[in-house]
């Protein structure tokens, strides 16, 4: 009886901790797991906000929040860019905040780090940058 209590705590314990591991790889990668360039990627093609304030930059997110981010869903490309008219203080935003594809090394630095590290179909937390305040939704990678 000890023996067997022992040997199914051990195997409880080896499902929790190797579940945990896949669930938590899956969870940041989507469906493109390795394959999907995060941070190795040579272009990327990204929709934003920009905003000179970070009230308004808030006031964005807020919307998107609102809409489908504290669902847990993605925003959709074309709604993300409505927002981006709305708030954007870009020239790009009355393209939706489309930025197209750009090569590493074109933008500025944390501008840069959080377009080339954010998931494809993924929205970016505001952040700050020389510029102003942003928020990112990344489409697509390629090298």
Partial sequence: MGKDSKSKEAKGKGKQAGG???ESASKGKG?????????????????????????????????LQDGWLSNGDKVPPAEFAKVAQEYSECPSGKKGGDL?????????GPFQEVSFNTV?????????????YHIILCEGRKN
């Fill in 100 to 108: 197209g594809w750009f090569p590493r090394g074109k933008m500025a």
């Fill in 31 to 63: 469906k493109a797991g390795k394959g999907d360039g995060l941070g190795t990627c040579t272009y990327v093609k990204a929709r934003h906000i920009l905003c000179e304030k970070q009230g308004k930059i808030n006031e964005a997110y807020k919307k």
């Fill in 120 to 132: 494809i179909g993924a929205t970016s937390a505001p952040f700050k940058s020389t510029h102003g």
């Fill in 20 to 22: 945990g591991s896949d």
